[in-house]
């Protein structure tokens, strides 16, 4: 494999506006994303904006930016777009698609998701993590996959995914992590699609590639990092990277 790993990123939010440039210790957000991104040492890293002051700011700190339509939909699209302008040859054979808002991620995360990949049946890997609590378990926004890692497997197919708590019954649930290693060709057979039915319905992205026959496979790591979406966020961010945490 010889992955590249693009970080789509929009100043668009509503619950916290201009948010890929909000302060963590002197550093925009953004740039917390890609040191994180930067220290998994996978492969080539850059930011596909939808607006360019996002762009300034990676740029003024050594990294590479690639404007992308701000029309765009949504990240997915925003990666496709930059990564025709990045590699036109197709040298890069997996996209990892790592959100603008996971600061505090685990780089060895990065590595993980690319274990799914040695299957050549699975087009898509993305991570899970264990529910340990009921407010994890009932709130829409934490996304569940319906996933079994029988016989201790570190590696399992994705059948499902929903903000609703799945499966039913006793047993482990799991929480979706929002980073996902495409090969190349899915990537661009997934943004042609149209939007699906269940895609709808959850408002989750990853269901029109199982709709389409895709097949997505899941790693499992030991926690779900956040993703910073309000003020509160925000500060918990602050916190777990202040410089002083682990002295």
């Given at each position: 494999?010889?992955?590249?790993?693009?970080?789509?990123?929009r100043?668009a939010?509503?619950?916290?506006?201009g948010?890929p440039?909000?302060?963590?210790?002197g550093?925009?957000?953004?740039?917390?994303?890609?040191?994180?991104?930067?220290?998994a040492?996978i492969g080539p890293v850059?930011?596909?904006?939808?607006?360019?002051e996002?762009?300034?700011a990676?740029?003024a700190d050594?990294?590479?930016?690639v404007l992308?339509d701000?029309?765009l939909p949504?990240?997915s699209?925003?990666?496709?777009?930059?990564?025709a302008?990045?590699?036109?040859q197709?040298?890069?054979d997996v996209?990892v698609n790592?959100?603008g808002?996971?600061?505090?991620?685990?780089?060895d995360?990065?590595?993980?998701?690319?274990a799914?990949?040695?299957?050549?049946?699975?087009d898509?890997?993305?991570l899970?993590?264990?529910?340990?609590?009921?407010?994890?378990?009932?709130?829409?926004s934490?996304?569940?996959a319906?996933?079994a890692?029988?016989?201790?497997?570190?590696?399992?197919?994705a059948l499902?995914f929903?903000?609703?708590a799945?499966?039913?019954?006793?047993?482990?649930r799991?929480?979706?992590?929002?980073i996902y290693?495409?090969?190349?060709?899915?990537?661009a057979?997934?943004v042609?699609l149209?939007e699906?039915?269940l895609e709808?319905?959850e408002?989750?992205e990853?269901?029109?590639a199982?709709?389409?026959?895709?097949r997505?496979?899941?790693?499992?790591?030991d926690?779900?990092p956040?993703g910073?979406?309000?003020?509160?966020d925000l500060?918990?961010?602050r916190?777990?990277?202040?410089?002083n945490?682990?002295?």
């Amino acid at each position: 494999m010889n992955p590249i790993v693009l970080i789509p990123s929009r100043m668009a939010s509503t619950r916290l506006p201009g948010k890929p440039l909000a302060d963590i210790h002197g550093r925009a957000m953004i740039l917390h994303v890609l040191d994180r991104a930067r220290e998994a040492g996978i492969g080539p890293v850059a930011v596909a904006c939808g607006d360019p002051e996002i762009a300034a700011a990676v740029r003024a700190d050594g990294g590479a930016a690639v404007l992308t339509d701000p029309s765009l939909p949504r990240g997915s699209d925003r990666v496709q777009a930059a990564l025709a302008v990045l590699d036109p040859q197709g040298r890069h054979d997996v996209v990892v698609n790592l959100q603008g808002d996971l600061p505090t991620i685990p780089p060895d995360y990065l590595r993980t998701v690319l274990a799914p990949l040695a299957d050549p049946a699975i087009d898509i890997a993305t991570l899970v993590a264990p529910i340990a609590t009921e407010e994890e378990t009932n709130s829409p926004s934490v996304v569940k996959a319906a996933v079994a890692f029988d016989g201790g497997r570190a590696v399992s197919p994705a059948l499902y995914f929903s903000r609703a708590a799945i499966p039913a019954g006793d047993g482990p649930r799991w929480h979706h992590i929002g980073i996902y290693a495409f090969r190349r060709q899915a990537l661009a057979r997934f943004v042609a699609l149209p939007e699906s039915p269940l895609e709808r319905r959850e408002s989750l992205e990853q269901l029109r590639a199982l709709e389409a026959g895709m097949r997505i496979a899941c790693a499992r790591v030991d926690h779900a990092p956040f993703g910073v979406d309000t003020p509160a966020d925000l500060e918990r961010a602050r916190a777990e990277l202040a410089p002083n945490r682990h002295a």
